[in-house]
DNA sequence: CGGCCGATCCACT
DNA sequence: GTGGATCGGCCGA
C-alpha cells in the first residue's frame, strides 16, 4: 500500500496540493465498509487571505478549529443541514488552509455505496458531488478531525498517471460571496 | 436571542 | 431552470 506521505499534506501551496490530488484514492473503512474511489474533482481553499475559506480573515470557531492543526487530517461540515463536506486540511499548524474534495469515480464497495445513496439502479452519478460522495463513503461529523494515517480515512497513491493536459480548471462553485476571490482557478477536475 | 443564509442535491416543470 | 429541504454557524441587537 502507498500511503501519501504526511509531506504531501504540508507543502505550502495548496492549490498544487489540489491538483496533485486528482488521480488519487480516497478510502474509507467506516461501519465495517470498505469503498474506495479516484479523486476526479477538487478545490483549493487557501487560508486567512481566501474570502471564499472559512477560514478568512483568520476566523477561528468551533466549526473550522480544524483547519488550524497540522496537514494531513480531515475536516468535515455539515452544509446547508443536510450535507456532509469532506475537506483534506493541508500546511503546517495554525496555517488554515484545505482541499475540498468535490467527486470521485467509485472503483471498490460500489454496491455499499448504492445503498448508502439509495440508487440501487443507476449505478452512475453515486459519487459526482462533494455531498454525495460523503454520503456514499459513508463520511459524516463523526470523521471531523481524523488523521488520514491511522483511522478510518486514507488517500493512497496507485501510481494512476495524470496528464497535465486532461486535467480542466476553473473557478469554485457556490462561493460567489467571496468577491474577486470567487473568480480564483482553484477547481480542478479530470475526466474518468 | 432572532434572523439570515450557506463550499448542495433532487424533483419538478 | 427553479425551488424546497433543513439546521448550525454567524452576526447584530
Not at 505550502?12 to 467506516?30: C, M, Q, S
Not at 454496491?111 to 443507476?122: A, D, G
Not at 462533494?130 to 459524516?140: V, Y
Amino acid at each position: 500500500m502507498s500511503l501519501l506521505p504526511l509531506s504531501f499534506y504540508l507543502r505550502n501551496d495548496v492549490v498544487e496540493i489540489a491538483r496533485d490530488l486528482l488521480g488519487k484514492y480516497l478510502i474509507t473503512n467506516i461501519d465495517g465498509v470498505y469503498t474506495s474511489g479516484i479523486i476526479t474533482e477538487t478545490e483549493a481553499y487557501a487560508g486567512i487571505s481566501d474570502r471564499a475559506s472559512h477560514a478568512f480573515n483568520n476566523r477561528r470557531t468551533a466549526r473550522n478549529e480544524i483547519m488550524y492543526s497540522k496537514g494531513g487530517c480531515a475536516y468535515v461540515y455539515l452544509c446547508y443541514g443536510m450535507h456532509y463536506l469532506f475537506n483534506i486540511v493541508t500546511n503546517e499548524i495554525d496555517i488554515p488552509h484545505a482541499v475540498l474534495i468535490r467527486g470521485i469515480k467509485p472503483v471498490e464497495g460500489i454496491e455499499q455505496m448504492k445503498v448508502r445513496t439509495n440508487k440501487i439502479h443507476n449505478s452512475k452519478n453515486l459519487s459526482n458531488g462533494p455531498g454525495k460522495l460523503t454520503k456514499a463513503l459513508g463520511i459524516d461529523m463523526k470523521q471531523n478531525g481524523v488523521s488520514l494515517f491511522n483511522s478510518s480515512i486514507k488517500i493512497e497513491d496507485r501510481k494512476l498517471k495524470i496528464n497535465a493536459k486532461e486535467i480542466k480548471v476553473g473557478k469554485r462553485i457556490g462561493v460567489d460571496y467571496a468577491k474577486e476571490d470567487a473568480l480564483l482557478p482553484y477547481r480542478f477536475m479530470i475526466e474518468i
